[in-house]
Structures are given as C-alpha cells and as structure tokens.
C-alpha cells in the first residue's frame, strides 16, 4: 500500500488481552472500511496499536489528575465581582409606583433647555482675528 | 460663554426634590454638572442613553433611562447630541 488515500479491508492482529466476540470480530472490517487508512509513518497509528487497555486507564487517570490541578489553580476567575446593586430590597422598589410621567416631561423640558443653551456657545472673538499688514 | 448653561442648571437645582444634574455630550464630556456627584459618571450616562436609543426600532421614540435606587431616581433623557441625567428624590430634600 503507498500512501495516497484508500480503504483498507485489513483488520487488525487481535491482542491476547481483548475479548473477542461475535460481533467484535463481526464489525471490525466494517469499521475498517469506514475510517481511511494512514500511511505507515503516522503517530497515531502505534498509540491505537500498541496501547493496552491498562495503558487507557493509566493515561486517563493522568489525565484526569493534571485537569484538577490545572481547574484548582484557576481560581482568579471564580472570584467573579459581585453586580452593583441600586436596593436591598427590590420587590420594594418594583412594587412601589413607577416614575411619574411629569417627572419624564420635567426631564424632557430639562434637556431641551440644556442643548438650547450649548448651542448657543460660541467663541466671541475680542480682537479680529485677520490683521491686515500694511507696508509703507 | 457657559453662562446659559450654568443658569440653567442652576435653576434645575431650585427644584426641591433634584439633587443632582448632569450634562454630557455623545462622546462622553462633561459640559455641566450640579449637585450630587454625578460627574463621575459622564461616559456611563451617555452610554446607556446611546444603548437605550438601540432598543427601538421606531426612530422619532426617544427613550428615556430610569434607573430606580433607595437614594431616589435617576432620569436619562438624550435630546439630539446631549445627554441629561437628573437625579430625583421621591421626597422633597430640605437644603440649608
């Protein structure tokens, strides 16, 4: 086989530790001819070969230890700060009447006056500002 | 060439029950503030009042931003490029 892309209907030599049954040696080729083969060179190809089932467990409680060490130090992100809070009793305050609608109109007529009265800034310039050079 | 402005504010202030008012343009500033210490809060003002103007999708509706405290009510209204946030008490402050 080179190692352009193609379907192998080779199933693997069994290991003396696997169980094999019916279906196991049933759906092997099947699920041979479902994944495409690797060239020889690939690195996965010895891990999926060459590893026991003890060799799984070994790697997976590894695994699994480094995870939990690496989750207990990540604790700056646990200490999330708490969301600013304008009450200590809301249901008090959503109960309570809502704004009233001349306190709306009042702010209304407020800002209206406020962009009235910057619009009406300008720079009054004392001195013109082009002066005009005679030469004798 | 404040002096409107400052009048204007001044005179809001008369109002018993206003503690507080700000004035801020759409990039944050602050042209004008009186009372409580809202001046601190310039960006935030008028990015809420930019949020907020998001929510609808009918342009000439000009919401306004009530954010509701203990301490009284703040009021939010954006009219063109500035920003105004009145902060209210629910009863008249008595000032000396």
Redesign the interface.
């Known amino acids: 086989m080179n190692g352009s892309c193609c379907w192998t209907l080779a199933a693997p030599q069994p290991k003396p530790s696997m169980e094999l049954s019916p279906t196991t040696t049933a759906c092997l080729p099947l699920a041979q001819m479902s994944r495409p083969c690797s060239p020889p060179s690939s690195p996965r190809q010895p891990d999926s070969q060459g590893m026991e089932q003890h060799e799984y467990m070994d790697r997976a409680r590894q695994y699994s230890t480094r995870l939990a060490v690496l989750s207990s130090s990540l604790t700056h992100w646990k200490k999330l700060p708490p969301l600013p809070s304008l009450t200590s009793q809301p249901h008090q305050v959503l109960a309570s009447e809502p704004i009233p609608f001349s306190d709306l109109q009042q702010v209304s007529r407020i800002a209206a006056y406020a962009y009235s009265a910057l619009s009406q800034i300008r720079v009054d310039a004392k001195e013109e500002l082009v002066v005009q050079f005679g030469i004798p | ?2 002096m ?2 400052e ?3 001044e005179d ?1 202030m008369k ?1 018993l029950s206003i503690v507080g ?1 700000l ?1 801020t343009d759409s990039q944050g500033l602050n ?2 503030c009186h009372g409580t210490r809202l001046d601190e809060h310039t960006g935030v003002v008028s990015i809420l009042a930019q949020q907020a103007a998001k929510l609808t999708s009918n342009p000439p509706d000009i919401s ?1 931003v ?6 009284g ?1 703040i ?1 939010i ?8 946030a ?1 902060h ?1 008490m629910s009863c008249p402050v008595t000032r000396t």
Do not use: A, F
């Not at chain 2, 009530?66 to 301490?71: H, P």
């Open positions: 060439m404040e409107t402005l009048q204007h504010l809001t109002n008012v004035c042209p004008g306004v009530c954010l509701e405290s203990d301490n009510n009021i209204k954006k009219h063109d490029g500035i920003t105004v009145v209210k």
